[in-house]
């Protein structure tokens, strides 16, 4: 564990680890925005009045979240497309460089929000201005929690390491711990959606979860649930249930990029049959059951699924 007398700055870091400039400096950018979407939260802690693409109610934060990393995204000219949970559309830029493709849940949790529990922000990055890529082609993945402390967790792709970084005073995010491994012999189980709502092989995999002794630990926030799994082992699912045969997360916003970080940390996603990051998507706000965590609870749920 790095302390504060031994900083290395998420900037050194990247540079650190060769991360090519173009990437580093998108992935900075994206980094000076967890400063000002958390000092939104005292003044925006109502719904926005309006509805996104999935028909969900939006928070004044999720609005105001995806206008600052919108704008930050155009202005930074190294981006050629944005995919977000609270945009109807894919958002081509018009920049003459083809730029990054940027896929992003800006506020996930949103739920949370008026009663003070963690919540996050999830990107995923692809090359050449693409959005509906598969998420094993993306160049790199990052989410920012607002929690007790900012951190901030990335990979800059297959090989590279999961490192989280931390919002010092200085205002600066400084290395925290550097290439993540998710345990195995970890006993987490995040459980999404109504019980009475799932399916006889998901509910056989969850009894099976108990009767091993996994803890209960559900916020409401995929992003800081999964990064409790990526600690500590275990795993988050949001299944496929009799009323909703695809789930309720999304593949490109929420799916893709913490699996693709889970994956490079030793661990596992997916659908409860295959890889999700091998998934080739079909539409922007696809649906997807998600199963992510530690390697063995994942195998063991695509064991039951294809029996
Ligand atoms: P978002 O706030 O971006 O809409 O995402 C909410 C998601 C996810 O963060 C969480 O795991 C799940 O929805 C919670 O849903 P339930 O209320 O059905 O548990
Ligand atoms: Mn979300
Ligand atoms: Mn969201």
Redesign the pocket.
């Known amino acids: 564990m790095k302390y504060i007398s031994d900083i290395i700055t998420l900037e050194d870091y990247l540079t650190e680890i060769g991360c090519e400039t173009s990437l580093g400096d998108l992935i900075l950018l994206l980094s000076e925005q967890a400063e000002p979407i958390r000092d939104a939260f005292p003044e925006n802690q109502d719904y926005a009045g309006t509805e996104n693409a999935s028909g969900?109610d939006q928070m004044a934060l999720d609005v105001l979240a995806d206008k600052l990393l919108t704008d930050t995204l155009e202005e930074s000219g190294l981006v050629g497309a944005i995919g977000s949970?609270e945009k109807d559309t894919i958002l081509y830029l018009n920049n003459p460089y083809d730029g990054f493709g940027v896929n992003m849940?800006p506020?996930?949790?949103?739920?949370l929000i008026d009663v003070n529990l963690a919540v996050g922000t999830i990107i995923g990055i692809q090359d050449k201005g693409n959005i509906l890529n598969k998420g094993e082609d993306m160049l790199a993945a990052m989410y920012m929690i607002y929690g007790p402390m900012t951190t901030l967790v990335m990979t800059t792709g297959k090989g590279k390491g999961v490192h989280e970084f931390v919002l010092n005073n200085d205002g600066e995010f400084a290395l925290l711990r550097e290439n993540l491994r998710i345990p195995e012999d970890g006993k987490i189980y995040a459980p999404?959606?109504l019980k009475q709502d799932y399916t006889d092989k998901h509910l056989e995999f969850i009894d099976n979860l108990e009767g091993d002794g996994y803890k209960l630990r559900y916020s409401?926030?995929?992003?800081a649930?999964v990064h409790q799994i990526l600690h500590k082992g275990g795993i988050f699912t949001?299944p496929a249930t009799e009323k909703n045969e695809n789930g309720?997360?999304r593949l490109l916003f929420e799916a893709n990029p913490m699996g693709f970080m889970v994956t490079e940390a030793g661990g596992k996603i997916s659908d409860g049959y295959r890889n999700i990051l091998e998934i080739e998507p079909e539409a922007v706000h696809q649906r997807v059951p998600i199963y992510v965590g530690s390697k063995g609870p994942v195998n063991k749920i695509e064991q039951i699924m294809n029996r």
């Open positions: 969900e949970e849940d506020l996930d949790g949103s739920s999404g959606a409401g926030a995929f992003v649930d949001y309720k997360l």
